[in-house]
């Protein structure tokens, strides 16, 4: 055996991004809070990093390059950069500038299954010891107005006990099922006959959530520099699976659908992304005329669009009916539909569907191959189960979150005035304006004040409506009583 | 609201491939069996279909093109496309040819969970009658040694009844664990740990499955136009997913590290991807030289290297220990470790994972959240569980894995003695010798016969290895003893 030759030249730090000054200025938008100026920057970073804004593993700017570009001293940027590093945000090498990661610690995200309520520091702490501590807290305790998924149903666990004794009838099998199992996709075919919608089960497709049926559209439909036609604001990891193949997002205002089609004649996208029910995060449902229009536009130029149904369950008002199915009549092949027991049953189950002509379910069918092979079936099993049992579960839910949602939405209207707080006829989050073009900087006020929020920009192509966050009422009421109270005060250290 | 105006052209029709004449002489290789020529044409392309080599919505040549090429008549490929639309695996349309699909009705993917022995039809059979039932029997009733995932292990019943114990603490989340949840990602850690690779939680990602870790290596390392290298032949949906993201597959001799070598300074590749311990298709394992010269290769060049240790456990001689493991004392920041509970426990279940660099853990944990946001928390406890019991699970396992191997290879030995028909020491399939470079027409006389195997050119990213094809012992005795018949008399049909 030989070895080989050493090769020049060896590289043996993992390949990272780069940011510029100006990107990174662009980024942050307006990150001055109250307080000294590189706290206010370190907070703003850190928040871009949390809110999935700017990607771990990223190299920063230099220390002298940024301090240019922000108009700030260098010892201003080295100081915030020094902190980002104290809590866990930014790793330096001599020779590789500065990088911004995750915290290794255990993160929100790691769900130990034990921890029920959040040990968020008591607002009245002393000031010098929080500081101190957040670097620890920040991920770990954080009330977390960030994420869209509430709390299982209550039926979850019996749906599961119930999929248990189907099972064996699986066993024998190698257990990949490339479609989905049987039962499930006919249950789904159902719903959507039930709905108006004749499908056969041949036309749907299961998938591991509905966000691999967005990113499979993306790999079966779009191309390297191809476009994508979306709302904007929408759904972020939409965004984030539409680009992983190389597409170019072009977003056009929310319900606009006379731009929409001024778009897609302009622009000649390979797909039109839409969330036609409940709006993700602008609560808005497309009328029935909307709905016509669209299917009409594809129709005629050939464009396939994707209207994703997620949050079609989750009506909240009384006079927010569950709108018409966006598929119309089902017979339209460039229409395809997504949805998902994430938020009508539980995001720690990953199933969702794709309903749409055959072609397309085959086409789809095979690419998943190579994503997952297929999704799991004691999962598919539980879903068929709570499918069935749709009717007597929705009712609680649904006025689980009316409550928190009127909780969140009166709290913060009597907290912050200033605010437009518009209540969402049904899903599950707040579009909240702020009046000013802030949303970078109180992002990371609130999470100094141990709550964490998503940042207009991030819903949108193009980071823009940087006077809006996102904030989601799936936590427990308690929780969302005690972030009125915090976002208040982040938004005092915000507006001095 | 105005309706748009119409849009020339409008272009109805889902978008397909086209496959050129010659393209497809290619890919059917030496496809004449015994018997019309125009059904052996036929249940070539209905075999390529079925192996995956022919993607469905592909649009075959004409009539004309495919004659000239082929050297048959015109009436020989009118003939087997009409056959090829009878058994649904083809439709036409004036003006756009004939498209290639899979057929309708419910497949062998479909996991109907009530069957439990195939209805193949028996042997002796009038000709004609057989001929008739083909088309609706092929998919759903085949022998099926193409697919390589036994079935579930007697524990995981008992696994998933745990799981359901622990469940609860989960439920009051959001149910999403982008990393894992740390219970699993611990288990994990500390099997790579008991093996001699110290590794922390934070070095491990759980995915859905190990073909998602390899779907998500390709998407964070491989642009367009960037290169791969792998073994050839090599996991088919292996060569799938590294392409998925616009990368070239550039394939190395199993086992030849020198020409891997080469290749790495040649082509500079943005990855290496290897199924170092008994590898699928040929069972081949890379020896402790030849795994620390790969090692000192990728320190050298800077190159990840990903090792596929899907098989690792399923070790079917007492001679065969399981091979050290791939990543050697686990301190290179350029080995990637790939791992699954597939093989070992079921595929049913859906959870993979990748075991490195804590850097590159954080970058896939990222990009998965645009692919699926999550494995799903009921299945990661089920497999903690199993990983807990696997010294428990393995022996019966292997035994029973030993015993069909035995059976399948001793029976084809005796069945074909022309066969070169090694038996791997682990793993679950046997990389037949055919002798001559038929595979593709054998593969298709399988069919006719009622046996799914797969042609050696799908294991191999330059269509080579048309000699052999790979046959997988995953099916219970009975199955495979009635394969071995049926398969000689397939190669009775190829060489007449």
Not at 20 to 42: K, N, Q
Request: proline share 7%.
């Amino acid at each position: 055996m030989t070895l080989i030759a050493p090769n020049p030249p060896a590289s043996a730090a993992p390949a990272v991004r780069h940011l510029s000054a100006a990107a990174t200025a662009r980024l942050l938008g307006h990150w001055r809070a109250g307080g000294p100026a590189y706290l206010a920057l370190a907070d703003a970073l850190r928040s871009a990093v949390l809110s999935g804004t700017l990607a771990p593993l990223t190299r920063l700017p230099s220390e002298r390059d940024l301090a240019s570009v922000l108009g700030v001293s260098r010892t201003t940027t080295a100081a915030a950069y020094a902190r980002l590093r104290d809590l866990g945000f930014a790793v330096s090498r001599v020779g590789s500038g500065t990088v911004a990661v995750l915290p290794r610690a255990s993160s929100a995200e790691g769900l130990s299954g034990h921890r029920t309520a959040p040990a968020v520091p008591a607002g009245d702490a002393p000031a010098a010891e929080r500081t101190e501590q957040e670097g620890a807290l920040d991920l770990a305790t954080q009330l977390d107005l960030g994420q869209a998924t509430p709390s299982a149903t209550p039926a979850l666990h019996a749906a599961f006990a119930r999929a248990l004794e189907s099972l064996p009838a699986f066993l024998a099998t190698g257990g990949y099922a490339h479609h989905g199992i049987d039962v499930l996709r006919a249950a789904i075919a159902d719903r959507y006959t039930a709905r108006g919608v004749p499908t056969t089960p041949d036309q749907v497709l299961v998938t591991t959530g509905a966000q691999q049926a967005i990113a499979l559209l993306a790999a079966v439909f779009v191309a390297p520099r191809e476009t994508v036609v979306v709302e904007s604001p929408t759904y972020f990891h939409g965004i984030e699976a539409l680009r992983q193949t190389g597409g170019r997002v072009v977003g056009v205002p929310v319900g606009d659908v006379e731009t929409l089609a001024s778009a897609v004649r302009r622009t000649r996208p390979r797909l039109v992304y839409l969330v036609p029910d409940f709006h993700n995060p602008t609560g808005r449902s497309l009328t029935a005329d909307e709905r016509a229009f669209v299917r009409e536009l594809v129709d005629r130029t050939g464009v396939t669009v994707v209207g994703d149904e997620t949050l079609t369950d989750l009506a909240l008002d009384d006079d927010a009916a569950v709108p018409a199915p966006f598929a119309g009549d089902g017979t339209s092949p460039h229409v395809v539909s997504v949805g998902s027991a994430s938020k009508t049953f539980w995001g720690g189950l990953r199933v969702g569907w794709v309903r749409g002509p055959e072609q397309v379910v085959q086409r789809l069918a095979r690419t998943r191959q190579s994503f997952d092979i297929a999704t799991a079936v004691l999962e598919q099993l539980a879903v068929t189960e709570l499918l069935g049992r749709r009717d007597e579960i929705l009712p609680a839910r649904v006025a689980d979150l009316r409550a928190r949602r009127d909780l969140l939405v009166d709290g913060l209207r009597a907290a912050v005035p200033g605010w437009d707080v518009p209540s969402p006829p049904g899903g599950l989050c707040v579009w909240v304006g702020l009046g000013r073009a802030v949303a970078q900087a109180f992002t990371a006020a609130a999470v100094a004040e141990g709550v964490r929020v998503s940042a207009g920009p991030s819903f949108t192509p193009d980071g823009a409506a940087r006077d809006r966050v996102r904030l989601t009422f799936t936590r427990p009421p308690e929780e969302l009583e005690d972030a009125v109270g915090r976002l208040a005060r982040a938004w005092r250290r915000v507006t001095g």
